[in-house]
């Protein structure tokens, strides 16, 4: 079947049936990436030019009452050496950060219940406090209405809280009983009355996935229309139920990559560091399919091996220190350019 058809429709509509979105995944050729990486990049280019956003990632914690069956920081794994920075620590990575030309931190952790609201609230409103200029984003998992709204009243201006696949008995498959999909989006729509500009996100080639389901995903993404969007490959990892299945494909993850920017052109789309794992140009690749931001690393060094939610994770060796000048310079190779900015949304005329 020759998807080009389809290709267009989606250029032109921005949408697709859930049965084209499949069609247009099962019949991928080498042709129709190459058509949907052109079409990607002529709206990002558009909408971003040839900038990448930048945001520094701080891992604030490894602990995890969680029990998420592809996560190599689950609760049940014994072998990871659990760690939690102090606010102290994340305030002075935020600033050092700030140095390096950062405008935008992410805080990302495990569900740990150290960091509660009076926690997390005051490293949120310090940060804010000592860099007005900044966004604050927050990874942090579940938590109850009151919690985000109490974050966000403290300056959180971003929430990154992947849904992991858009089919409920999917859902099931990938996490432990007492976690349900439906709580899972009943957090994203909460975060958006709430007034944040909202991230969610799947893995790629995670078990049991089928080209149904990431057809719903995409759905999914259509008509919630987050800001952000976070997709990258399945990686095993050793110590978890799924260490003998397979990584998603690089491949795959462009493909979809310029699927999502062709859905929603201004989306904020991260090349991911799970995507830099899996190829060692992972990262320019996927922004040349349609991604305009990275996350590199700004947790201090000593804890970055810790914060392995898959195996083989790059960026965790002394060598990574400086992250930002390493990726300033894989993006001006491809001729792209990281700027020092927020980097919102912005919003199209049309
Ligand atoms: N491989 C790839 N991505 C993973 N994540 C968690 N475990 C893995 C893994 N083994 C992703 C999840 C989560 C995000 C923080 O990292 O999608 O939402
Ligand atoms: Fe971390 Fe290159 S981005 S070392």
Same mark, same amino acid.
């Given at each position: ?25 099962? /019949? !991928?050729?080498?042709? &129709? ?42 609760? &049940? ?35 740990? &219940?150290?960091?509660?609201?009076d926690v997390?609230g005051s490293v949120?409103r310090e ?15 579940? !938590? ?31 996490? $432990? ?8 989006? /009943? ?38 229309? $987050? ?18 299945? $397979? ?41 040349? &399919? ?11 060094? /000593? ?48």
């Amino acid at each position: 079947m020759d998807v080009a058809p389809l290709i267009h429709k989606l250029a032109d509509t921005h949408s697709l049936s859930l049965d084209e979105y499949e069609a247009l995944i099962v /019949n !991928r050729s080498e042709a &129709s990436a190459k058509l949907l990486r052109n079409l990607a990049v002529r709206e990002r280019v558009r909408i971003y030019g040839r900038t990448v956003y930048v945001r520094g990632l701080i891992e604030v914690s490894n602990i995890c009452r969680n029990d998420c069956l592809y996560c190599g920081i689950r609760r &049940s794994n014994p072998n990871c050496e659990r760690y939690r920075l102090t606010p102290e620590e994340i305030l002075s990575c935020a600033d050092e950060g700030y140095t390096l030309g950062f405008r935008t931190f992410v805080l990302q952790g495990g569900e740990d &219940s150290y960091f509660n609201d009076d926690v997390l609230g005051s490293v949120v409103r310090e940060i804010k406090s000592r860099h007005p200029d900044c966004a604050v984003t927050l990874s942090m998992g579940e !938590r109850s209405r009151e919690s985000y709204a109490y974050l966000r009243e403290c300056g959180a201006d971003r929430y990154l809280l992947r849904h992991e696949t858009a089919d409920e008995t999917h859902y099931t498959q990938l996490h $432990p009983r007492e976690m349900s999909y439906a709580h899972r989006m /009943n957090c994203l729509h909460e975060l958006r009355e709430l007034g944040y500009a909202v991230g969610c996100g799947f893995m790629v080639g995670s078990p049991f996935q089928t080209a149904k389901h990431i057809a719903q995903d995409l759905k999914f993404i259509e008509t919630f229309r $987050p800001e952000m969007c976070g997709i990258g490959p399945f990686i095993p990892h050793k110590d978890t139920p799924f260490k003998d299945y $397979p990584a998603g494909t690089l491949e795959l993850t462009c493909y979809l990559l310029s699927i999502i920017r062709l859905i929603h052109p201004s989306v904020l789309l991260p090349a991911t560091t799970a995507l830099g794992t899996i190829d060692p140009m992972g990262r320019e690749k996927g922004i040349m &399919s349609g991604a305009n931001v990275v996350m590199p690393n700004l947790s201090p060094v /000593n804890v970055r091996k810790k914060y392995e939610l898959y195996d083989n994770k790059i960026c965790t060796g002394e060598e990574s220190a400086q992250c930002r000048e390493c990726l300033n310079s894989r993006m001006k190779a491809i001729g792209y350019e990281i700027v020092t900015c927020r980097g919102d949304v912005i919003r199209e005329a049309v």
